[in-house]
Nanobody, 118 residues
Framework: QVQLVESGGGLVQPGGSLRLSCVAS????????MGWYRQAPGKGRELVAI???????TYADSVSGRFAISRDNAQNTVYLQMNSLKPEDTAVYYC????????????WGQGTQVTVSS
């Protein structure tokens, strides 16, 4: 099993920045891609960004150019640097990891709240 623990959420003013972190523990050798998803109140969960073990990245159009995902494979950690935050970025942000055998995002963190408000 793989456990994911996020940190770094909070309250920030529009235009501000936050950095989220997610540490994988347990059977982390089973993890290939890692990513961030978010869920705003009353909405479904949506993809924010994904990064492969080799460092290739994919972003949602809504965050491209403002957010940056990165990872440290030695530390089993993935980061999400969020800049130029907007009120519509307010959501619970979840870290997710793809299992190398099932090829599915089988592992999820508990979520961290990000609130963008003046």
């Amino acid at each position: 099993q793989v456990q994911l623990v996020e940190s770094g959420g909070g309250l920030v003013q529009p235009g501000g920045s936050l950095r989220l972190s997610c540490v994988a523990s347990g059977s982390s050798f089973r993890v290939s891609d890692m990513g961030w998803y978010r869920q705003a109140p009353g909405k479904g969960r949506e993809l924010v960004a994904i990064i492969t073990r080799g460092g290739a990245t994919t972003y949602a159009d809504s965050v491209s150019g403002r957010f940056a995902i990165s990872r440290d494979n030695a530390q089993n950690t993935v980061y999400l640097q969020m800049n130029s935050l907007k009120p519509e970025d307010t959501a619970v942000y979840y870290c997710a990891a793809r299992d190398i055998w099932s090829q599915k995002y089988d592992y999820w963190g508990q979520g961290t709240q990000v609130t963008v408000s003046s």
